[in-house]
């Protein structure tokens, strides 16, 4: 630690909390974003300590956040550290918030600029959890004694409800048919590289995995030997999930077919055997598993490009565009949503790790298939 540091302290509490949540990178980097803007706000405009924060500093917080320095924002996500001279050492070009653009908009030729920079919901959400946490953890540690932001009488007018059920962002049964007829062309052209992207294809959808649930990790190192055969020769996928929870997920015909073949491209027997330690996605140069949910995501994003390049052939511009905006986790929704029109909603909860049922319910579109029929044909000029 500098020796600099204004509150040593400071530092030292938050670098314990955070390291409490190391057994997920997801959650450790969200709660090291939030903590390094804290601590950065007070030592740098405030002026203050954690300790001396009160109900109007965290208003105060939230307001800079959603308008921080111009100095302060960057255009795209950099390491917080670099390499030079043999040494970690801080990035300069590092900023603790980033101006984006969508991923619609990034492909039509638009770039992220600091003056448009916007704090989302999700970012205000995190910003009221996080340091909620936070404070909580110090109360524990007697290193202050009061929750400034649990004192907050009035987080509505930062935090918008939503009412009635938000849409799930999902592909359409024409675009998920288009993107896997790409990737199995794909695997067929060029099976030494594409055998495994239609396999990720085949897994996201299939098995709603997560991103994280398919890259190894040092909290989770993703094998074949998870797939695995119960007593009544019934096949099932062990993974781990959000909140380091282990689920064991139905594995369907058609998605055993794909574990057949993937495996008999990397020329490996058919099925696995139990306890096999093969990682279940491998490196296509090199040896071991992949290790990056960038380079999972890269791979996905191939395909969809792919598959949006053929849509545009066939004239279907607009379910192109539409697929443009798609990300890696549409195919979990997508494989969700299609499942839960014909498997009891408890089944699908499981599988896809739902904490409960209220969360798969969101998936169940009947009811707002019928209120927008029930409204689309409501006339605004009235027949004389």
Same mark, same amino acid.
């Given at each position: 630690m500098p020796s600099n540091f204004p509150y040593p302290d400071d530092?030292?509490?938050a670098s314990d909390f955070i390291y409490s949540y190391r057994g997920s990178e997801a959650t450790f980097n969200v709660y090291r974003r939030e903590l390094e803007r804290l601590l950065q706000w007070c030592w740098h405009v405030a002026l203050k300590s954690v300790t001396d924060l009160n109900r109007q500093?965290?208003?105060?917080?939230?307001?800079?956040?959603?308008?921080?320095?111009?100095?302060?924002?960057?255009?795209?996500?950099?390491d917080r550290f670099i390499s030079s001279g043999g040494q970690r050492v801080i990035n300069p070009e590092w900023r603790p918030f980033v101006?984006?653009?969508?991923?619609?908009?990034?492909?039509?030729?638009?770039?992220a600029l600091t003056k448009d920079f916007l704090l989302s919901q999700s970012a205000v959400k995190a910003i009221f959890a996080v340091l909620s946490s936070f404070y909580n953890y110090l109360?524990?540690?007697?290193?202050?004694? &009061?929750?400034?932001?649990?004192?907050?009488?009035?987080?509505?007018?930062?935090?918008?409800?939503?009412?009635?059920?938000?849409?799930?962002?999902?592909?359409?049964?024409?675009?998920?048919?288009?993107?896997?007829?790409t990737a199995e062309q794909l695997a067929t052209s060029e099976p030494n590289k594409h055998e495994r992207?239609?396999?990720?294809?085949?897994?996201?959808?299939?098995?709603?995995?997560?991103?994280?649930?398919? &890259?190894?990790? &040092?909290?989770?190192?993703?094998?074949?030997?998870?797939?695995?055969?119960d007593m009544d020769n019934n096949w099932w996928f062990k993974t781990v999930g959000k909140g380091n929870k282990e689920r064991n997920i139905t594995v369907s015909d058609a998605m055993l077919a794909a574990l057949r073949r993937y495996r008999t491209s990397l020329e490996l027997p058919e099925l696995p055997a139990s306890g096999e330690g093969t990682p279940l996605?491998?490196?296509?140069?090199?040896?071991?598993?992949?290790?990056?949910?960038?380079?999972?995501?890269m791979i996905v994003q191939d395909c969809f490009d792919q598959a949006c390049a053929r849509m545009e052939k066939d004239d279907l511009k607009d379910d192109s565009e539409q697929?443009?905006?798609?990300?890696?986790?549409?195919?979990?929704?997508?494989?969700?949503?299609?499942?839960v029109k014909h498997r009891p909603r408890e089944h699908v909860r499981d599988d896809a790790g739902h904490g409960s049922s209220a969360?798969?319910?969101?998936?169940?579109?009947?009811?707002?298939?019928?209120?927008?029929a029930s409204g689309k044909k409501k006339v605004i000029k009235p027949e004389l």
């Open positions: 530092y030292r509490k500093d965290i208003e105060n917080y939230i307001y800079f956040c959603q308008r921080p320095y111009a100095e302060w924002i960057g255009t795209k996500t950099l101006s984006s653009v969508s991923k619609f908009q990034f492909q039509a030729g638009k770039r109360i524990q540690e007697n290193y202050v004694t &009061a929750n400034p932001v649990s004192q907050m009488r009035q987080k509505s007018k930062f935090l918008r409800t939503q009412q009635g059920q938000s849409p799930i962002r999902r592909l359409s049964e024409l675009q998920w048919s288009y993107v896997l007829e992207t239609l396999f990720i294809m085949n897994a996201l959808f299939g098995m709603y995995l997560r991103i994280s649930e398919l &890259a190894s990790s &040092a909290r989770w190192q993703p094998q074949m030997g998870h797939f695995f055969r996605l491998l490196k296509n140069k090199g040896t071991g598993a992949i290790t990056s949910t960038r380079q999972i995501r697929l443009k905006a798609a990300t890696v986790h549409w195919l979990r929704h997508t494989g969700i949503s299609e499942d969360i798969t319910d969101r998936y169940i579109d009947v009811e707002l298939r019928a209120r927008h």
